[in-house]
């Protein structure tokens, strides 16, 4: 069992409630708004950021905000209640939230806004698939697509009203047609379920029987799509081989990385959770320590694991870092 395992069992991580307080520390208490904890992604960064701030000798709590923002402004009054110095959040209403973070402020709590900014947040922590920059994850992946298939046909799967995400749907939209893609299709898998997207994508597939390619929000969309691509008859296009649908995910869930090995999926953006828990932390560390220094942002590397590259994969449990060996961009 890897260092990060044994660490994480230790803490009792609950899916969609408070997190019972470990019995490391009385000093620092972590408070961790989770945007849909029944994510299996949003659970390994819970045990990463448990894990992390138990190293510390902090304790931790995780709240499950279940994708609505007034239970998000709920819980940021939960945390200050509790005595929380640190509250991570990621803003699903950056206007909604941004009085109950000024609220916290006043009483002393820091916030960092997790792969989010706005009023209240004092600094913020990114995967790079969030952010929409020049030469990143966003111009990676619509290039990858148009070095395989010039001038192909795109269908791109947003998510749920949460600012980011549309946000990136937006991104990829803009890299897709500078390098000359084709978007048919913008649709929005506002259920979030891999279920909602194949029903989605048997009508889509229905319009568009001639799309080349996918980029989704998220695997469970991707995942969705997949399915019902395969249900019609069509076959997903594997790197190192042509032909097919290229379809792209983002989270890195096994289930998407196992999807890959398999040929089901054609890449999936690893967001590295395990590294994201110890960056939330480090961050924590600079404004409970260091506010004068505190860097506005930290900003987690991401790898596009496809048939080509998912032997370099590695898998959560075994990823070990410490602060200082953290992936951090820049």
Request: some cysteine; proline content about 5%; glycine content about 8%.
């Given at each position: ?249 983002t989270n890195g869930d096994e289930i998407a990385i196992d999807a890959v090995r398999a040929g ?67």
């Amino acid at each position: 069992m890897s260092k990060l395992k044994r660490m994480a069992s230790t803490i009792c991580l609950g899916v969609a409630g408070l997190l019972p307080a470990t019995a490391m520390a009385e000093d620092v208490l972590i408070g961790n708004i989770a945007p849909v904890a029944a994510q299996p992604s949003m659970a390994i960064l819970a045990e990463a950021i448990a894990a992390f701030a138990a190293e510390e000798g902090w304790d931790y709590r995780m709240l499950d905000a279940n994708l609505s923002p007034d239970r998000q402004v709920s819980h940021v009054d939960t945390f200050v209640t509790l005595g929380a110095d640190i509250i991570a959040s990621w803003s699903l209403d950056p206007n909604a939230v941004a009085a109950a973070y000024t609220r916290a402020q006043e009483q002393g709590v820091k916030i960092i806004g997790v792969n989010s900014k706005g009023q209240g947040v004092d600094a913020s922590v990114y995967w790079d698939t969030q952010l929409c920059v020049p030469g990143g994850v966003y111009e990676y992946n619509a290039n990858w697509i148009a070095e395989r298939k010039p001038g192909a046909k795109v269908i791109v799967f947003g998510g749920p009203p949460v600012p980011s995400i549309q946000d990136n749907k937006a991104c990829f939209i803009e890299a897709a047609k500078a390098v000359g893609l084709e978007v048919i299709a913008t649709p929005d898998n506002t259920q979030d379920s891999t279920a909602n997207a194949a029903a989605m994508s048997a009508d889509l597939l229905l319009r568009h029987p001639d799309v080349d390619a996918v980029w989704a929000y998220n695997d469970n969309t991707a995942l969705g799509f997949s399915a019902s691509a395969y249900a019609s008859g069509k076959s997903i296009w594997k790197a190192g081989e042509e032909g097919g649908v290229m379809v792209f995910g983002t989270n890195g869930d096994e289930i998407a990385i196992d999807a890959v090995r398999a040929g089901r999926l054609t890449g999936t953006w690893d967001p590295n959770y395990i590294a994201f828990g110890g960056a939330i932390v480090l961050m924590a560390k600079h404004l409970l320590e260091q506010p004068d220094q505190t860097p506005e942002d930290l900003v987690v590397k991401s790898m596009l694991v496809t048939a080509e590259t998912v032997g370099d994969y590695v898998v959560n449990e075994e990823r070990q870092y410490t602060l200082d060996t953290l992936p951090l961009v820049n």
